[in-house]
């Protein structure tokens, strides 16, 4: 089995047992991908699920950060690791720093088993008190 088809068989997988699965990037549903890792998913699954974005990696990356920070799980694929470096701000600031400065209270992960966060708090809240999001024993 090559990576390719390896790569195509686990996001088919993922999406067809997860419905807030959603694969978006430049030429990734009418062309199958870049590197045709895609390939079939459209087809299969629909304009809603398999997103052809504009070349605008810093856009389409903020979109995947943040329909991951309101449960969805994005699957951002960029055309090379070059492109990635375009979006570089939303994968550390948005994503990676936001959870962090919440005190988890912005997780992109709801199955973070280490984390537990008093839900009836506000933001602000955990920010004056931060025993309200601490890490489990």
């Known amino acids: 089995v090559s990576v390719r088809d ?3 068989a686990a996001l088919d997988e993922e999406m067809e047992r997860d419905d807030r699965v ?3 990037g430049e ?3 009418q062309y199958n991908g870049a590197y045709k890792v895609s390939k079939g998913l ?3 699954y629909g304009d809603k699920r398999v997103i052809d974005t504009p070349i605008t990696e810093m856009g389409f990356a903020g979109i995947a950060v943040g329909t991951a920070m309101r449960g969805l799980r994005p699957i951002c694929e960029f ?3 070059n492109f990635s ?3 570089i701000d939303h994968i550390i600031n948005s994503a990676a720093k936001t959870f962090y400065m919440s005190a ?3 997780n992109e ?3 973070d088993p280490s984390f537990e966060v008093d839900n009836k708090s506000g933001y602000d809240e955990v920010l004056e008190n931060p025993q309200l999001g601490r890490k489990k024993n």
């Open 22 to 24: 959603f694969l978006l």
């Open 79 to 81: 055309m090379t690791m």
């Open 109 to 111: 992960s709801d199955k």
């Open 42 to 44: 459209w087809k299969k």
């Open 27 to 29: 030429e990734v549903a």
């Open 6 to 8: 390896a790569l195509n």
């Open 104 to 106: 988890g209270l912005v």
């Open 85 to 87: 470096m375009q979006a």
